[in-house]
């Protein structure tokens, strides 16, 4: 079952423009993950975010995390074309070892 | 190429067919997760794996399923009498001992369309 659910769906914007995309799950929390995730392409790891910490950085991404709402965000900054993907949160539990993945947020980068 | 790799990358096959698909993880890597993913949905978890022993399978892993390590490093999944509703993306991920907390390195995936 899916830990939570992302918001948008779907994002399209211009090159250059930022994206933001929100993820929200259910459970008490060890740690949350962003994933990328090309047509044709596995997911590729992105930005892990500890309970106890509130924000990271990694190059364009930003992620924060608000434990007290179970919710956490993701800021890809002056986006590009090759930013184009689908994104997903994942969720790992304490004493957990699985991944619990969220819907996914389809983003577009339009040239 | 050390990434971890999956064969097939396709495969159609006909309902009430078993079919098997192969992971290779990252060589050092001790732990193995098996997902699944259906069109438009995040990958669900379905079996983790800690070198040979299978630790932990999910509700989702019916009866005719079966996963096996046998020696710590490549995996199978064996689907037997398969069902239209198999039909998804079956993806493999790998993590080492030692890395950066439950980063898992995923595989290319192997699609399954059963007919």
């Known amino acids: 079952s899916q830990q939570g659910e992302e918001d948008p769906q779907a994002l399209s914007i211009q090159e250059g423009e930022n994206a933001t995309m929100n993820c929200s799950y259910k459970?008490?929390?060890?740690?949350l993950q962003w994933y990328r995730q090309n047509s044709g392409r596995g997911l590729v790891h992105l930005i892990l975010?500890?309970?106890?910490?509130r924000e990271k950085h990694s190059g364009r991404l930003r992620v924060t995390l608000d434990t007290s709402k179970k919710s956490s965000s993701l800021l890809i900054t002056a986006s590009r074309a090759a930013d184009t993907a689908s994104y997903f949160c994942a969720t790992v539990n304490f004493g957990n070892e699985k991944l619990t993945f969220g819907t996914g947020t389809r983003l577009t980068i339009i040239p | 190429d050390t990434g971890v790799s999956q064969d097939p990358r396709h495969k159609i096959t006909k309902r009430g067919q078993n079919v098997t698909f192969r992971c290779d993880p990252i060589s050092e890597h001790n732990r193995l997760y098996w997902y699944r993913q259906t069109l438009g949905q995040g990958p669900e978890f379905l079996t983790y794996f800690q070198n040979e022993a299978q630790l932990e399978k999910s509700r989702l892993l019916s009866d005719r399923f079966s996963a096996e390590r046998p020696k710590g490093s490549f995996s199978t999944l064996e689907i037997q009498r398969t069902e239209q509703g198999d039909s998804a993306m079956y993806l493999c991920a790998s993590r080492g001992v030692g890395g950066s907390y439950n980063e898992q390195f995923f595989g290319p995936g192997t699609r399954l369309t059963v007919l």
């Open positions: 975010i500890r309970s106890n910490e």
């Open positions: 459970t008490s929390i060890n740690n």
